[in-house]
C-alpha cells in the first residue's frame, strides 16, 4: 500500500451557478470551483475525493500539489494517523495551507483501507447506525417571503428540518424572518439559525433570546469562532445552545478550549475543513468526552457529503446530514445520487464510499491536471 502518486484535478462545474448575495459576498459566481484528488499505491489500488478551492480550483491546486504530492508519496496508505500528526508538523514548517487542502487526501486513505478490507466505509470507521436525518440548509436569500418559501418546500419534500442562513444585514430584519419562517412550517418542525457572524454581542443576545421563545434547536457562529471571550457570554446567557467551531483551523486542538471552558455549547467539524476523517473523528470524540454534539458541517460537494453520511454512520454525536438547498443547485459529482428518502439518508452496503464518483463529468469539469 506504498503512495506512488498523488493527482490533482482543478475543475470547476458551470452547472452551478450562484447569485451574487447567495453567499453574502456580493460576488456572483458563473460555476463552483472544486480539486479532485486521487491516491494511487504501487500496487495500481486508487481512490479519489472532492476537494474544496475556494474561488480558485487553479490556485488551491497548485498550493496542494507544491505541498502534499512530496509529503504522500512513498508513505503506506495505511499510516493515516502518522500521516495526520507529521502533516500537523510539516504544515507549522512555512506550508500553511488553507484549513481544506489536507482533508481529501486523509479521506483517499480512509476509502483504500476500506476497499481493502471489503467493507462500507462507515463499518470500517466503527459502525453505529444505518440512517441519519438529513436537513436542508439555506443561502442567503433576498427577504422573509422567500425563506417562508423555501421552508415550505423542504417541508414538503420531507427532509426532517430547516437551517436559516439569514442575510445579517439589520437584525430587524433577520428576527422577521425567523419569525415569519416559523409561522409558515408550524410549532413543531425543527428549525436551526446559522447567520454566520454578522451580530455585535448585544444583537446575539437580542436574536438568541427570540430564538428561545420561537423554539430554535440551535444557534450557530452568530459570533466569529475565535471570538472566546464574546461567546463564552453569548453561550452563559442563553438557553438555547450555540454552536460553532466550523472555520477554525487546527481540529480537534483549537475546538479543546471551547468546551472545556464552555465557549460553546456544542461543535462543528467536517472532512474537507477539519482535517479529515480522522481529524473530524478526533473533535467528534473529544466533544463526546464532554457529553457535547459535533454537528457535521455540510461539505458543499455531493462526494465528500457521502463522506459526511459514512461519518454519521460511524458517530453518535451529529444528529443529522446537513444538505445545502436547493438540492439541485449541488446534485453533482456522485454517479448515483446520495441515498436519500423521505428525509432519511441510508448508509451504503458497498464497500468504501459505495457509490461512484461521476467521471465523465470530471472529464467535463477539469481546467487542469496538476
Given at each position: 500500500m506504498q503512495i506512488a502518486r498523488v493527482d490533482i484535478r482543478a475543475c470547476r462545474h458551470r452547472g452551478a451557478a450562484l447569485g451574487a448575495d447567495a453567499l453574502r459576498d456580493g460576488q456572483a459566481r458563473a460555476g463552483l470551483d472544486y480539486l479532485v484528488y486521487t491516491v494511487t499505491t504501487e500496487g495500481g489500488q486508487s481512490a479519489s475525493m472532492f476537494g474544496f478551492a475556494a474561488r480558485s480550483a487553479l490556485g488551491a491546486g497548485h498550493l496542494a500539489a507544491a505541498s502534499l504530492?512530496?509529503?504522500?508519496?512513498?508513505r503506506n496508505a495505511l499510516d493515516r494517523e502518522a500521516a495526520w500528526q507529521d502533516w500537523r508538523v510539516a504544515d507549522r514548517w512555512w506550508h500553511h495551507l488553507p484549513i481544506y487542502s489536507y482533508g481529501p487526501l486523509d479521506?483517499?486513505?480512509?476509502?483504500?483501507?476500506?476497499?481493502?478490507?471489503?467493507?462500507?466505509?462507515?463499518?470500517?470507521?466503527?459502525?453505529?447506525?444505518?440512517?441519519?436525518?438529513?436537513?436542508?440548509?439555506?443561502?442567503?436569500?433576498?427577504?422573509?417571503?422567500?425563506?417562508?418559501?423555501?421552508?415550505?418546500?423542504?417541508?414538503?419534500?420531507?427532509?426532517r428540518a430547516y437551517k436559516v442562513h439569514p442575510p445579517g444585514k439589520s437584525l430587524a430584519q433577520d428576527i422577521e424572518i425567523h419569525r415569519a419562517v416559523r409561522d409558515a412550517v408550524g410549532p413543531d418542525f425543527p428549525l436551526m439559525s446559522d447567520p454566520v457572524a454578522p451580530y455585535t454581542l448585544d444583537e446575539a443576545l437580542r436574536l438568541g433570546r427570540e430564538l428561545e421563545r420561537l423554539g430554535y434547536l440551535w444557534l450557530e457562529e452568530p459570533l466569529p469562532d475565535e471570538n472566546f471571550a464574546a461567546l463564552r457570554e453569548l453561550t452563559r446567557a442563553l438557553d438555547i445552545p450555540v454552536i460553532g467551531t466550523e472555520v477554525l483551523p487546527k481540529h480537534p486542538y483549537s475546538v479543546a478550549e471551547c468546551l472545556a471552558t464552555r465557549v460553546v455549547d456544542g461543535v462543528r467539524a467536517d472532512p474537507s475543513w477539519s482535517g479529515g476523517i480522522t481529524g473530524t473523528l478526533k473533535t467528534a470524540r473529544l466533544a463526546e468526552a464532554f457529553h457535547a454534539p459535533c454537528e457535521l458541517h455540510t461539505t458543499i460537494f455531493q462526494p465528500l457529503e457521502l463522506v459526511n453520511l459514512h461519518l454519521n454512520g460511524a458517530i453518535g454525536n451529529s444528529r443529522y446530514l446537513e444538505l445545502l438547498w436547493p438540492a439541485e443547485t449541488f446534485a453533482f459529482g456522485l454517479a448515483a445520487p446520495l441515498p436519500v428518502a423521505n428525509g432519511i439518508a441510508t448508509m451504503p452496503q458497498g464497500p468504501g464510499l459505495g457509490i461512484a464518483l461521476d467521471w465523465d463529468m470530471i472529464d467535463n469539469d477539469?481546467?487542469?491536471?496538476l
Open positions: 504530492r512530496p509529503f504522500f508519496v512513498g479521506c483517499c486513505l480512509w476509502i483504500l483501507a476500506a476497499e481493502a478490507a471489503g467493507k462500507p466505509l462507515w463499518r470500517y470507521i466503527g459502525g453505529l447506525r444505518s440512517e441519519v436525518p438529513v436537513y436542508a440548509s439555506s443561502l442567503v436569500l433576498p427577504d422573509a417571503d422567500a425563506y417562508v418559501a423555501e421552508a415550505r418546500a423542504v417541508q414538503a419534500a420531507g427532509l477539469t481546467l487542469e491536471v
